[in-house]
């Protein structure tokens, strides 16, 4: 039992690291009453970003690209939706449509059709002495990638700004009365560009770490809708850090289910393994809607 629990164990905190990333950047941005539906983009540019930048200054250079192609789609997202105040659906599923043609095209015109073979340094497990010998969990837990470790404390962290800082509560009340926000003197353009940018710079990490942590090379469209599962993740946690990081383990627990389902030999259709994930999720995301309550401006014209 033991030797299944572990690989289980591995595999859900593995699939749920890129969502929890995606998905606590966009928990920034739907603080502030916006929504970006082309986080889905940012995480596709950041994958790619990640594969330019290791194939020139190795893992560092390609968690860098990752963060650089994240933040060049939330800058977009920014200008046409505080600058030239188009709205924010559709400027969100333009960007997404943008980033597949885009890295499309860069991939075969920079790597050729051979492209697919190509692989990129990636980011081995980094045991913690002590904790990552502990049975059953330590293996799962604690011999994972710098990046994993990275989300860890990012959830909490981010719990902990919103809560108990002047700037955490400042981007919660614009989220609920921008009116009132500049009443206070509060620069809620300003503040939302931020969220914006780092929600996009979160995105394109998690796109890095989908390259450098576990594929260790590039594919076409390998986001995979990560990006609008992630959207999915932030109501399910019901916009609060700690929330959405157990909603991205929700999720990589079904996505490891769906594994081990596969590994046992059960004599199904793929697709329905393929689909078991987002059946669950949408299974947990319709129970939550009712209790769950958004921001007050979130998706109102700006």
């Known amino acids: 039992m033991t030797d299944a629990i572990t690989p289980f164990l591995a595999a859900t905190i593995r699939t749920a690291t890129p969502l929890a990333l995606a998905a606590l950047g966009e928990l920034l941005v739907e603080r502030t009453g916006l929504i970006n539906i082309g986080l889905e983009g940012a995480v596709l540019a950041g994958a790619f ?6 194939s020139l200054g190795g893992v560092a250079g390609g968690y860098a690209g990752a963060m650089v192609g994240g933040l ?32 499309g095209t860069m991939y075969r015109a920079v790597y050729g059709t051979a492209g697919a073979a190509l692989h990129a340094p990636t980011s081995g497990p980094w045991a913690i002495p002590g904790l990552a010998s502990i049975p059953v969990v330590g293996e799962a837990l604690f011999d994972q990638p710098i990046v994993t ?11 902990w700004w919103l809560a108990r800082t002047h700037g955490g509560l400042a981007l919660r009340a614009i989220g609920e009365r ?5 009443a206070a003197g509060i620069a809620v353009r300003k503040v939302r560009a931020l969220a914006i940018l780092a929600g996009g710079l979160l995105g394109g990490l998690a796109g890095g770490t989908l390259v450098l942590a576990q594929a260790g090379t590039f594919v076409e469209n390998m986001s995979a809708g990560r990006g609008f599962i ?6 399910l946690g019901r916009w609060r850090p700690l929330g959405v990081a157990l909603g991205a383990l929700l999720f990589g627990a079904a996505s490891a289910l769906q594994f081990a389902f596969q590994a046992m030999g059960w004599a199904a259709p793929y697709q329905l ?4 994930p987002y059946l669950l999720t949408l299974a947990a995301l319709a129970g939550a809607m009712g209790r769950a309550r958004a921001p007050a401006a979130l998706g109102r014209p700006i």
């Open 230 to 235: 992630a959207l999915a993740i932030v109501v």
């Open 273 to 276: 393994f393929l689909a078991a």
């Open 72 to 103: 060049l789609v939330a800058a977009l997202f920014a200008l046409c939706v505080l600058v030239l105040r188009a709205d924010q659906i559709i400027t969100g599923m333009a960007l997404t449509l943008l980033a597949v043609g885009a890295t």
């Open 149 to 159: 470790y990275i989300t860890y404390l990012l959830a909490p962290a981010l719990a």
């Open 49 to 54: 970003g990640a594969l330019a930048g290791a």
């Open 178 to 182: 921008p009116d009132a926000a500049v």
